[in-house]
């Protein structure tokens, strides 16, 4: 079974920045799509960024030029590098990956961003 575990979650103010990291129990290389997805209360779990095993990403327009997405083979860690971070981004941020036709999450770490 695999497992992902995010980390690095947090309160920051505005305009702060924040890394997120999500360790893998198992060889990432392999694993076609990874990604961050994101869901503030009451509202539905969306996309903020997926990278593919070779180098495609694909952002929200919402944190586009602010959040890179990066994925470290090496260490079976992907991560999530947020700049300007604004109160809209608060919420829980799940780490995902697509294994043949199972989606595999992470328990989500929060983040908190106050004005």
């Known amino acids: 079974q695999v497992q992902l575990v995010e980390s690095g979650g947090g309160l920051v103010q505005a305009g702060a920045s924040r890394r997120l990291s999500c360790v893998v129990s198992?060889?990432?290389?392999?694993?076609?799509?990874m990604g961050w997805y994101r869901q503030a209360p009451g509202k539905q779990r969306n996309m903020v960024a997926t990278?593919?095993?070779?180098?495609?990403?694909n952002y929200a327009d919402s944190v586009k030029g602010r959040f890179t997405i990066s994925r470290d083979d090496a260490t079976n860690t992907m991560y999530l590098q947020m700049n300007s971070l604004k109160p809209e981004d608060t919420a829980v941020y799940y780490c995902n990956a697509q294994i043949q036709v199972a989606q595999i999450w992470g328990r989500g770490t929060q983040v908190t961003v106050s004005a």
């Open positions: 990278i593919t095993s070779n180098g495609m990403i």
């Open positions: 198992r060889s990432i290389g392999s694993i076609p799509v």
